[in-house]
T-cell receptor, first 113, second 114 residues
Framework: SQQGEEDPQALSIQEGENATMNCSYKTSINNLQWYRQNSGRGLVHLILIRSNEREKHSGRLRVTLDTSKKSSSLLITASRAADTASYFC?????????????FGKGTLLTVNP | GAGVSQSPSNKVTEKGKDVELRCDPISGHTALYWYRQSLGQGLEFLIYFQGNSAPDKSGLPSDRFSAERTGGSVSTLTIQRTQQEDSAVYLCASSLAPTNQPQHFGDGTRLSIL
């Protein structure tokens, strides 16, 4: 079964607005990562948050992690048309098989100019 | 090279043919991963290499799929007797070490089976 589940599946906003995407997972994790994928391209790593961290910032990105609720959120502030892409959360399990990432199905973000 | 390179970028072949997909990871990256992405779906883990060894092949869908890595660098994913359900984008990623490191992805090979 999918470890990470993002919601919403699709999000459409106007340029300048903030975009929030959520991710839930089922098992204990070592870390959680967010990736972006532009159409027809590979995934680009955005940010990694460890299980002992609660919040992390990188430029216009803010990620939170709540291990008690097994959930994470990605906030993109002051969105731009160039932010249009699919966003995936990926979890790295703790314990065995901790080398691989388990991805959700992603959120398709459309930022309208 | 600067990033992970995959070839070919697109491959169209007839059902029943064999295909070979290639991945050149970032120099120095010991960990290499293959994923499969079907239309509108997330990534499905296929196989992981640490150096030339593949400690986890559990994601390979069937015995028609195999992969190898030589010299701790280039990897090839081979699909024998292709079926239409094999149509997908095959993504390769590499990382410095399989722990708290991000994975760096290539742009993938888009495989279409007619």
């Amino acid at each position: 079964s999918q470890q990470g589940e993002e919601d919403p599946q699709a999000l459409s906003i106007q340029e300048g607005e903030n975009a929030t995407m959520n991710c839930s997972y089922k098992t204990s994790i070592n870390n959680l990562q967010w990736y972006r994928q532009n159409s027809g391209r590979g995934l680009v790593h955005l940010i990694l948050i460890r299980s002992n961290e609660r919040e992390k910032h990188s430029g216009r990105l803010r990620v939170t992690l709540d291990t008690s609720k097994k959930s994470s959120s990605l906030l993109i502030t002051a969105s731009r048309a160039a932010d249009t892409a699919s966003y995936f959360c990926a979890t790295r399990h703790s314990g065995g098989s901790n080398y691989k990432l388990t991805f959700g199905k992603g959120t398709l973000l459309t930022v309208n100019p | 090279g600067a990033g992970v390179s995959q070839s070919p970028s697109n491959k169209v072949t007839e059902k029943g043919k064999d295909v070979e997909l290639r991945c050149d990871p970032i120099s120095g990256h010991t960990a290499l991963y293959w994923y499969r992405q079907s239309l509108g779906q997330g990534l499905e883990f296929l196989i992981y290499f640490q150096g030339n060894s593949a400690p986890d092949k559990s994601g390979l869908p069937s015995d028609r799929f195999s992969a190898e890595r030589t010299g701790g660098s280039v990897s090839t994913l081979t699909i024998q007797r292709t079926q239409q359900e094999d149509s997908a984008v095959y993504l390769c990623a590499s990382s410095l070490a399989p722990t708290n490191q991000p994975q760096h992805f290539g742009d993938g090979t888009r495989l279409s089976i007619l």
